[in-house]
T-cell receptor, first 113, second 116 residues
Framework: QKEVEQDPGPLSVPEGAIVSLNCTYS??????FMWYRQYSRKGPELLMY????GNKEDGRFTAQVDKSSKYISLFIRDSQPSDSATYLC?????????????FGTGTKLQVIP | EAQVTQNPRYLITVTGKKLTVTCSQN?????MSWYRQDPGLGLRQIYY???????DKGDVPEGYKVSRKEKRNFPLILESPSPNQTSLYFC???????????????FGPGTRLTVT
């Protein structure tokens, strides 16, 4: 079993829809949770990060963490064609003084105009 | 402009021919990493470095070497490439806060390597 599970999609939605992207994890030592966005032929870039259980909002994006269920989500409101990308969840733990980051496999999202 | 650069961006080579992929960052970051990205497997860490002359293995280090002689540079070396090393490679860097925590990794644009 992988430490981080993420549905690869692809997920196709109409413009303006609310998008829900999810990851589950099995490692209780994960402390920090991040979402990266990766456009085609580009490197990933950080979208949001959070530490505690609960919600964190940034514009049209909301990151949600439920540590008791080992489940994190990213919601995108009023989705735009420019949101079409692959979304990677990432989680980190500190081991031996080093903060190790584990990535999900990514969900490919397409927003159709 | 803050950035991580990688060269080359695309490389086709043959089995056994040594190659080096360069990585450089201009943000004075302590931590640097190499990842490979494969369909269905996501990003997997190959090697990382916590500072100059300090490197350690990640999850998939076999067949790779790294060195960190300068803070800004972190080259990835494939001494004898094999077809199973065909992949998309990313270099990344990040700073470290006083508590040892950092959230944001900055990734390079990627190097697509094909080994025939």
């Amino acid at each position: 079993q992988k430490e981080v599970e993420q549905d690869p999609g692809p997920l196709s939605v109409p413009e303006g829809a609310i998008v829900s992207l999810n990851c589950t994890y099995s490692n209780s030592a994960f402390q920090y949770f991040m979402w990266y966005r990766q456009y085609s032929r580009k490197g990933p870039e950080l979208l949001m990060y959070t530490y505690s259980s609960g919600n964190k909002e940034d514009g049209r994006f909301t990151a949600q963490v439920d540590k008791s269920s080992k489940y994190i989500s990213l919601f995108i409101r009023d989705s735009q064609p420019s949101d079409s990308a692959t979304y990677l969840c990432a989680m980190s733990e500190t081991s031996g003084g080093y903060q190790k980051v584990t990535f999900g496999t990514g969900t490919k999202l397409q927003v159709i105009p | 402009e803050a950035q991580v650069t990688q060269n080359p961006r695309y490389l086709i080579t043959v089995t056994g021919k040594k190659l080096t992929v360069t990585c450089s960052q201009n943000m004075n970051h302590e931590y640097m990493s190499w990842y490979r990205q494969d369909p269905g497997l996501g990003l997997r860490q190959i090697y990382y470095s916590m500072n100059v002359e300090v490197t350690d293995k990640g999850d998939v280090p076999e067949g790779y070497k790294v060195s960190r002689k300068e803070k800004r540079n972190f080259p990835l070396i494939l001494e004898s490439p094999s077809p199973n090393q065909t992949s998309l490679y990313f270099c990344a860097s990040r700073s470290v806060s006083g508590t040892g925590v950092s959230y944001e990794q900055y990734f390079g644009p990627g190097t697509r390597l094909t080994v025939t």
